[in-house]
């Protein structure tokens, strides 16, 4: 598959050559996410000018030996066929990745750093990247990190890439570490109003219970157990509440956003904030995850989409000790991610210089300086 | 500047005794734990606060001095080894707790704060703080940071960089970074990681929020024997293969486990090629179920004998010897070095046999702990510095064992850093283009290069003459880009 590493070099140094920006996609099915640089219609021009780089054909699983706790596979590969694999050896992504769509890769889900209801437990996408296979913006195939679990021997350039929109190289392999399937899993659901249950959550996080994901909407907490059947049994007793019947599909529409919560146009923002927050007196229906770290807003109306509103989300957020994206939205004029200090900013637009000197990959898809 | 001007520089705002310049008050920073590596600063500086360490970094950018930051000391990789043109910047004195917040489970401290003493602090809270380093009653959290340190039960719990939300950053020109937040993310590029193990050659860091875990309810260890150590490593293979994350399973050969059988009592297998500690910890349901399976596992691997901990004391006495490996080696030997490849837990087998070849081609005694979880060999090699030729013999048997590593699909350092120490393996370990890469992060940061200078990145130059240069094909590959 070399042939396709040489021609993806090919095409990152004819951008380079031109001077034309190069939009980095697979399954695209994380178009929705980031400053919009696909056009709705595929056939029409990029907004950027220039052209896509269409990632999916260097896929396949290139090594998993179970019992490493480590895969490596190419980026084009899907995430549901990734997942299938790891699941027939009773193994699991325990970031629990949305797809957002069948045509999910791995290069997407590794980009764009999303992860789902198990998060707050098991930890993010780059707590699990070990290392990568990348081109730079200069065409180079590079390799960082590697294929164990400890390894201090240069930069973490790998966790770097991860959650970098491919502003910075165009991810060709990934080495994942993995973990097993929990034993046992139920899904637990308590009426309750948010103040109490953002208490819970927090509480509950501080005691070691086997709690896997949480979920707050609608006067309702949801929480899952996972794990040995005996912890999940004891711990169950402890918690009280009512099992639900579905527990598999409750997370998987809180997963993809099929939650009924999330079936709209309005925008969505997302604000990864302090987990002890006390409920957002923001306008729009809320959505907590990740033990209260979490809180998807969706807004009343499209009206709400002007600048006073977007600046009183953020200011909650940066209030509450972190940041809000604004995840979903048609056509709003605002900047999806939360904007940098200077200093951070600085930075940031030099690495991108390192890794990107002509600026070709992705641009504009974080941050307009990148 | 020469060094009487930087003192007095220094002097305008820092008290005289926290800039030291005379030899015998220089004496005690010339080393770190890795003591074959000794050079004496040009002066130490011992900031109070973070506006000093700033003021210092200003007074070095200025005047293009470099600056060498430490925490401890207890590094293992001459990663604080002073320059000597250059300020060592000691932390140590930034050592406050700031805030602890047990219902958010974060604690925010400063870098001079020792990595037990978090743990100390979140007790009464039930909480702890998770990577625990074999030196973590006396290493500090800024240098944890700096190498992203791990401990035992990092296969479980994770290393430095799953254990910290947020960092305080002060760059070379004295600008603060504020990476992380108080949330699970941040936007931007995740910068977090990326200071994490830099080795001090990013930035300065003078704040670090980090997770509490829970302490678990209960933990339990199965002591198991083997004959050889291949079904050492296959009894290793099955607890995970069979779905168990102990929270630490940790291996050592017949040569330690004698050595600190007769050091601490705790009752090992002396005739055993391998003996092997894995533990569980969580609720007492769930660590009854799988120490049950662990027993059955063990058995199955063909353990010559098996114990369960009864009780905590116990626990703690079969765990002392492996703690007390380091200090055992120190007593069969005048002098030892220890190594940190990592590898594929399925090469173990074939790794230690070739370490022992190299042991008998060497004539040099080694002991070898393994962080069976995850892969992380500590190769200990016995010599005697004071006798002529050793410890360049030593160095050539681990470098040798380091590329053995590498070949192995490993890495040349799992947890203790490329410091000073192993910077000539980095050329075995990353092609050109990886190399520059790591020297243009680096230059994003400090483009004067004054941070650490020759640390952890050799130069191009260096693996030219070091001779490991691996270049691809013979050519580099895209001779008509620009270069950096």
């Not at chain 1, 980095?24 to 780089?53: C, E, H, N």
């Not at chain 1, 030996?65 to 027939?88: H, Y």
């Not at chain 2, 490329?418 to 910077?423: A, D, T």
């Amino acid at each position: 598959m070399q042939y396709l590493i040489d021609q993806f070099a090919d095409t990152i140094q004819a951008a380079g050559s031109a001077d034309e920006p190069l939009i980095i996609r697979s399954g695209g099915t994380k178009d929705f996410y980031g400053s919009r640089v696909v056009p709705l219609a595929l056939a029409d021009p990029l907004p950027s000018g220039g052209g896509i780089l269409d990632a999916t054909a260097y896929a396949g699983i290139v090594d998993y030996e179970p019992t490493e706790l480590v895969v490596t596979a190419r980026a084009g590969t899907r995430l549901s066929d990734l997942e299938t694999e790891l699941a027939r050896h009773g193994q699991m992504l325990a970031f629990e990745p949305p797809h957002f769509g069948a045509g999910a890769t791995l290069g997407g889900c590794v980009a764009t750093g999303l992860s789902g209801p198990r998060r707050a437990s098991a930890g993010a996408v780059r707590d699990f990247v070990l290392g990568v296979r990348m081109l730079d913006g200069r065409g180079e195939d590079l390799r960082f990190g590697g294929q164990v679990m400890k390894n201090v021997a240069g930069y973490d350039v790998s966790r770097l890439m991860t959650g970098s929109m491919g502003t910075l190289g165009l991810l060709l392999e990934v080495s994942l570490k993995v973990l097993p399937l929990p034993a046992m899993e139920l899904t637990l659901c308590l009426p309750m109003n948010e103040t109490e249950a953002i208490e819970k959550m927090n509480f509950w996080a501080g005691k070691p219970l086997p709690v896997s994901a949480i979920c707050f909407c609608d006067g309702v907490l949801f929480l899952r157990l996972s794990g040995a059947a005996p912890a999940v049994r004891a711990a169950r007793a402890i918690m009280g509440g009512e099992e639900i019947d579905d527990g598999a599909v409750f997370w998987e529409t809180v997963r993809e956003q099929t939650h009924p919560l999330f079936q709209t146009r309005k925008p969505l923002w997302r604000l990864s904030i302090k987990s002890t927050t006390p409920p957002l007196s923001l306008p729009g229906n809320q959505l907590i995850e990740w033990g209260g770290a979490l809180r998807w807003l969706v807004m009343d109306s499209a009206d709400a989409d002007t600048e006073a509103v977007h600046s009183a989300i953020r200011s909650a957020a940066k209030a509450a000790g972190g940041h809000a994206t604004l995840f979903r939205s048609d056509g709003s004029c605002a900047p999806v991610f939360h904007p940098l200090t200077p200093a951070m900013m600085n930075i940031t637009r030099r690495l991108k210089e390192k890794f990107d000197p002509m600026r070709i990959l992705n641009p504009g898809r974080i941050y307009p300086e990148i | 500047m020469n060094a009487l001007e930087l003192v007095s520089r220094l002097r305008t705002f820092l008290p005289s005794d926290a800039v030291l310049h005379e030899i015998e008050d220089l004496r005690p920073y010339e080393c770190d734990g890795l003591s074959a590596y000794r050079q004496m600063p040009l002066i130490v500086a011992l900031p109070r606060t973070e506006n000093e360490v700033i003021e210092i970094l200003e007074v070095c950018y200025v005047a293009k001095i470099p600056v060498v930051a430490r925490g401890a000391g207890t590094g293992l990789s001459g990663g604080a080894l002073p320059h000597a043109e250059g300020v060592l910047l000691s932390l140590a004195k930034l050592k406050q707790i700031l805030e602890l917040d047990p219902v958010a489970r974060t604690a925010r401290v400063q870098p001079g704060v020792r990595n037990l003493a978090i743990s100390e602090a979140a007790a009464a809270h039930g909480l702890y703080y998770a990577p625990d380093p074999s030196s973590q009653i006396a290493c500090s959290i800024g240098g944890n940071v700096a190498e992203n340190s791990g401990g035992v039960h990092c296969l479980k719990y994770g290393l430095t960089v799953h254990n910290i939300i947020k960092l305080r950053v002060i760059t070379i020109d004295g600008e603060i970074l504020e990476i992380g937040a108080d949330g699970l993310d941040a936007p931007g590029y995740d910068l977090l990681a990326l200071m994490t193990g830099s080795e001090g050659m990013l930035g300065v860091v003078t704040e670090v929020t980090v997770k509490l875990t829970p302490k678990p309810e209960k933990a339990q260890v199965v002591l198991a024997a083997f004959n050889d150590l291949r079904s050492a490593g296959d009894a290793v293979a099955n607890v995970i293969g069979a779905g168990i994350i102990p929270a630490g399973m940790e291996m050592m050969d017949k040569i330690t486990t004698r050595a600190v059988e007769e050091y601490v009592h705790a009752g090992y297998n002396l005739d055993a090629a391998a003996i092997l500690l894995c533990e569980a910890d969580g609720t007492a349901e769930e660590v009854a179920e799988e120490i049950r399976h662990i027993n059955e596992i063990m058995a199955r691997s063909g353990a010559i004998e098996i114990r369960t901990s009864r009780d905590e004391a116990e626990r703690l006495k079969f765990w002392a010897g492996r703690k007390a490996a380091f200090p055992a080696a120190g007593r069969i030997s005048p002098d030892y070095y220890c190594m940190d490849g990592t590898i594929p837990r399925k090469s173990l087998a074939n790794v230690l046999s070739g370490i022992e070849a190299l042991s008998v081609e060497y004539g040099l005694r080694c002991m070898n702990v393994f962080h069976a979880g995850d892969g992380n060999l500590h190769p200990l090699i016995l010599y005697d510095a004071n006798q002529p030729g050793e410890l360049e013999l030593t160095e050539k048997f681990g470098a040798r064992i380091l590329q053995m590593c590498i070949q192995a699909g490993g890495t040349i350092t799992g947890e203790h850093g490329v410091g000073m120490e192993k910077i000539d393996q980095m050329c075995s370990q990353f092609k050109i283009g990886e190399l520059k890469m790591f020297h243009a992060v680096k230059a994003a940061f400090d483009p004067d290069g004054l941070l650490n200078p020759g640390k952890a990145v050799p130069t191009l130059r260096r693996c030219a003459e070091h001779g490991a240069m691996h270049v691809h094909r013979g050519e580099e590959k895209f001779p008509g880009l620009p270069r950096f």
